[in-house]
């Protein structure tokens, strides 16, 4: 039997606090030893601008891909059945279970100038690896199950009377997917964009292989961390860290806050 309030409470705040707000704590604290103008001077350099462009934008972009395309998986793995769908359905999965270094391995192998897509890609003018669009791609990649796993279960869970009564209504299909499906499944949507968009701004295994790490180029800000870090400069590691952190969070509550909304406007229409 589950304890009392109070135990399970105290419980959870301090697993919470060994666990989340210590560490997060430490990181806040460690660049004060460089004052505000060495702080500054840490995050306004034009090489770590440079790097925070890069892994936003690039995450970013790759969040809203996923939202799109991971939107079409689970609605065809929810709503159609043909052969081996079971084995499509294991494959979503697939970037949770292979370690990033390998991803971006296979990716670089994929998009080089002399891969098995690279090379068709050359002489069209797209060169993939080495740039911020190989960032793109393998941020894809590790990001599409998110979208996928967290709409899957609302799609399935959605009721298909609602969609007959649009369209008893004289509704199209599109007009049922936007005005009765999209609003109930957004929730579910935003959640997965949050995921993506948070797991790809802190991706490093699966970047470094395919980015080429150009700095002011192809350079993402967790390897530039790294560096420093290999630099034994932990404060300037933490500084562009606490960067990262704090624009995270405010980009992550400002999708919870839309978020909301949409829970709350589909409350009121049903």
């Not at 270094?101 to 002489?123: C, S």
């Not at 929730?187 to 700095?215: C, D, H, K, Q, W």
């Not at 990262?244 to 999708?255: D, K, N």
Request: charged share 10%; net charge positive; with cysteine.
């Amino acid at each position: 039997m589950i304890p009392g309030f109070g135990i399970t409470l105290g419980f959870a705040l301090t697993y919470l606090s060994l666990i989340v707000l210590i560490p997060l704590a430490a990181l806040l604290l460690r660049p004060v030893e460089l004052g505000f103008g060495g702080f500054w001077a840490a995050i306004s350099a034009p090489r770590v601008i440079a790097s925070l462009k890069i892994s936003f934008g690039c995450a970013l972009i790759g969040a809203i891909l996923n939202a799109f395309f991971g939107l079409i998986v689970a609605w065809v793995l929810v709503r159609y059945r043909f052969p081996l769908k079971r084995i499509v359905d294991a494959l979503v999965d697939f970037p949770f279970a292979l370690p990033t270094a390998v991803a971006g391995i296979a990716l670089t192998g994929l998009y080089a100038p002399n891969g098995w897509i690279g090379q068709f890609l050359v002489p069209l003018g797209i060169k993939v690896a080495f740039t911020p669009l190989g960032i793109i791609v393998a941020l894809t990649f590790i990001g599409l199950p998110f979208v996928v796993r967290t709409v899957q279960p609302v799609l399935q869970d959605l009721d298909p009377e609602f969609e007959d009564a649009a369209a008893s209504l004289g509704a199209t299909r599109w007009q049922s997917f936007l005005f009765v499906v999209l609003p109930s499944i957004a929730p579910a949507l935003l959640t997965g964009f949050a995921l993506a968009f948070a797991r790809g701004v802190g991706e490093y295994g699966s970047v470094i292989f395919i980015a080429g790490n150009m700095p002011m180029v192809s350079e993402v800000a967790p390897l530039l961390i790294v560096t420093k870090l290999e630099q034994y400069d932990y404060a300037g590691a933490a500084a562009i860290a606490v960067v990262m952190l704090c624009a995270s969070f405010l980009i992550l509550l400002g999708v919870n806050h839309v978020q909301r909304r949409f829970s709350r406007h589909r409350e009121r229409l049903t």
